[in-house]
């Protein structure tokens, strides 16, 4: 099994803060998604990274796969109370199409 | 994106008892996966469903203890058999994307399970 490690676990943050989701593998990925599931819901997919060194922009989400495709990072500016939620990364496992998760980093921003 | 609902969306069972749940999509997938996540954990995967074929479980889930339908190419079930405590957690299906983006997964609401 490929693990993935998320870090920091709990965050706790108030409106407008910036903050960065590290997402850490000893293996090498095809790709890598990131998921935000809030709760009573699954996880939704926010993106997927492929190339090594790639960056992705979704509004005020910034993503990055690391240049081995061993890790990846998450970067939210000025965070939102409307962020709040479980942030996920995935990536796939050895038996192909299956997803190996980590254990999510737990967002929570207050007003 | 594909549209994925389950059914029940929670419950609560009494240990001993069996639980089905169902996962509708609304287009037709060759793939389908069926997760757990316990309470304040990340996502497990159980099995991979596949129609017209018998489910691949993964390392510690077995067939007896979640046997898993797939009768067509837009429905599954799962059952959780002889629950207990342990067993109360959050199930959830999930589907692929398009082939291009077959890494990608898109994932029903969930049936959040307690066992009493």
């Known amino acids: 099994t490929q693990l993935l490690e998320q870090s920091p676990q709990f965050l706790s943050i108030q409106e407008g803060e910036n903050l960065t989701v590290y997402c850490n593998s000893s293996?090498?990925?095809?790709?890598l998604q990131w998921y935000r599931q809030e709760p009573g819901e699954g996880p939704v997919l926010l993106v997927t990274?492929?190339?090594?060194?790639e960056v992705k922009k979704l509004k005020r989400l910034t993503f990055q796969f690391g240049d081995a495709r061993k890790d990846s990072s998450l970067h939210i500016t000025a965070a939102q109370p409307g962020d709040t939620g479980l942030y996920l990364c995935a990536g796939n496992s050895n038996s192909g199409y299956a997803l190996n998760f980590g254990k999510g980093t737990s967002l929570l921003v207050t007003p | 994106s594909a549209v994925i609902s389950q059914k029940p969306s929670r419950d609560i069972c009494q240990r001993g008892t069996s639980l089905t749940i169902q996962c509708q999509v609304d287009?037709?997938?060759?793939?389908m996966f069926w997760y757990r996540q316990q309470p304040g954990q990340s996502l497990t995967l159980i099995a991979t469903a596949n129609q017209g074929s018998e489910a691949t479980y993964e390392s510690g889930f077995v067939i007896d203890k979640f046997p898993i339908s797939r009768p067509n190419l837009t429905f599954s079930t799962l059952t959780v058999s002889n629950m207990s405590p342990e067993d109360s957690s959050i199930y959830l299906c999930s589907v692929p994307g398009t082939k291009k983006t077959y890494n990608e997964q898109f994932f029903g609401p969930g049936t959040r399970l307690t066992v009493l």
């Open positions: 287009s037709q997938v060759t793939m």
């Open positions: 293996s090498v990925f095809s790709s």
């Open positions: 990274v492929v190339t090594g060194g």
